[in-house]
Every structure is written in C-alpha cells, then in structure tokens.
C-alpha cells in the first residue's frame, strides 16, 4: 500500500490532542512529566511574568505628569489631530466639534484663553493647566 504523503493526522489523534489540551488547561498546572516542555520561569534579574494581564498598570505616565494629564492630552491629539494648528481658541473648538470629540473634552477646550494662537497639543495641554512631562538635563 502506498502513502498519500499527508501530515494530517488521523481523527483518533484529533481527539486524543483535545483531551490533553483540556487536561492541561483544567488543571490550572503543568501536567507534562518532562519538564522540556514547560515554558522557563523568569531569571533573578528580569520581573516575574504577569498572569493578570487585564489589571490596572501604573507607571505609564512620565515625570510631571498624572495617568489623567495623559488620558486628556491623548484625547486632545486624537481629535484635533496635527491639521488643525496653528490655531486659537474657536478654531480648536470648531475643530474638536467637527470630528465629534466628546462633551466633556469640548468643555475642557472652552476654557481655552482667548486671543492666543497654538501651535501644537503640547501648548494646548499647557494652557489647560494639564501636568507635562518635567525635562531632565
């Protein structure tokens, strides 16, 4: 008899590959008696692997500045975008309405001073009173 030169495996296998992968994700441990097939637990000197990946992180916001100082200049770039500067007060606004930014964010732009013009969201966010990054020298 002759071989059709597949690398599928049988139906019998199929299944025999879903009740261990079952197995192992049930039990919550390794279920592999050689331990070459387990991933390698993190060195003394690299931080341990995070289980939780859905968990609140901290650290992301630079010097000078709060996750929330973040969170709205972020919001700001997103919806003014770089087309919109050189700009003053009612042109950001214009703008900011015009991509449908949200109410709370058009409330924050309206507390622009008047009479100025910017030239990017940096000086938007400096304006508003938002934290910026401290610079290190």
């Known amino acids: 008899m002759s071989e059709q030169g597949s690398d599928k495996t049988s139906q019998l296998r199929d299944d025999e590959y879903k009740r261990e992968l079952r197995n192992e994700m049930q039990a919550n441990r390794s279920t592999r008696m050689q331990e ?8 003394e000197d690299q931080p341990d692997a995070d289980y939780v990946p859905n968990a609140l992180r901290t650290g992301g916001a630079p010097p000078g500045m709060t996750p929330e100082d973040v969170a709205l200049r972020y919001d700001l770039a997103r919806f003014l975008g ?19 930014a949200p109410d709370a964010l058009l409330e924050l732009a309206a507390q622009l001073p008047v009479g100025r013009t ?20």
């Open 36 to 43: 070459g097939g387990e991933p390698e637990p993190s060195g």
């Open 82 to 100: 770089t087309g919109a500067y050189p700009a003053d007060r009612e042109q950001l606004l214009g703008t900011l309405r015009g991509n449908h």
């Open 118 to 137: 910017y030239r990017n969201t940096q000086e938007v966010a400096e304006a508003l009173g938002l934290g910026v990054e401290e610079h290190r020298t």
